[in-house]
């Protein structure tokens, strides 16, 4: 499973890609708070993708 969540009217402006998630609340579009839980992973690994006007960022510089 591969899920991407971004903003309405910043479609290509930001963007979040993740992928081995089981179970999500979030649906595409939908605004996130800082902190809230996305979903579960299926295993100990979890697919993440950051992008903003195109350009990948590191995962590491958003995630707690």
């Known amino acids: 499973t591969l899920m ?7 479609v290509y402006k930001r963007q979040v890609w993740y992928g081995n ?3 999500s609340d979030v649906k595409l579009y939908d605004y996130v708070e800082k902190g809230q839980i996305l979903g579960m992973s299926r295993s100990e690994d979890l697919y993440l993708v950051l992008m903003k ?3 990948y960022l590191n995962y590491q ?3 707690a």
Not at 4 to 9: D, H, K, N, P, T
Request: proline share 0%; aromatic share 6%.
């Open 53 to 55: 006007d195109g350009a």
């Open 61 to 63: 510089d958003y995630v």
């Open 21 to 23: 998630v089981d179970v």
């Open 4 to 10: 991407r969540s971004s903003a309405a009217s910043d």
